[in-house]
């Protein structure tokens, strides 16, 4: 019976560590992401980059050519032309949150009684679209800074026994 105990604390100090340790990488990651907002989507990138570049070259190693090449070739394409990707991302976004804000906000009009938080989500769609469109790189950074703020504050919970999500 003593055995099941201390095997049952043993159990709960490694969740409690892990959940120590989870707690402090959001805060950690969170900070980083208020800080270095867009730079941290390049470190990102760079990482990612290096990632496929080496599993390209084991695959090559391992006999797997072409795999290997196509794979190594993603990760030089991720680290040499990633911004192009996601400025391109960015602008698509944009006009497809432009469209469905219009669209919702038709939907709208349509209707007899026009709810209020429909009209002002439709409407907050399309600045939010327009925005990405005009300034994507404050936009960006913004939403950056929120996530950032949100793994803080969630990684302070979880700091003290309590979970968000």
Do not use: H, P
């Not at 992401?33 to 695959?59: D, E, H, K, P, Y």
């Not at 906000?105 to 007899?112: D, G, P, R, S």
């Not at 936009?139 to 929120?146: A, G, K, Y």
């Amino acid at each position: 019976m003593a055995k099941n105990k201390t095997k049952v604390k043993r159990i709960r100090s490694t969740e409690d560590k892990n959940l120590l340790i989870s707690a402090l990488v959001y805060i950690v990651l969170g900070a980083m992401l208020c800080i270095f907002r867009t730079q941290m989507l390049n470190w990102a990138m760079i990482v990612a980059g290096i990632i496929a570049i080496v599993i390209g070259v084991f695959a090559i190693l391992k006999g797997d050519l072409i795999y290997g090449i196509v794979t190594a070739a993603v990760g030089a394409l991720i680290i040499l032309g990633g911004w192009l990707f996601v400025e391109i991302i960015l602008l698509v976004l944009g006009v497809i949150l432009v469209a469905k804000g219009i669209l919702e906000l038709l939907a709208c009009f349509k209707f007899t009684r026009i709810s209020i938080i429909a009209l002002f989500s439709a409407i907050l769609t399309i600045v939010i679209g327009i925005l990405l469109i005009v300034s994507k790189w404050e936009v960006t950074d913004t939403f950056l800074i929120v996530i950032g703020v949100v793994l803080i504050v969630d990684g302070v919970f979880m700091f003290f026994g309590k979970k968000l999500i």
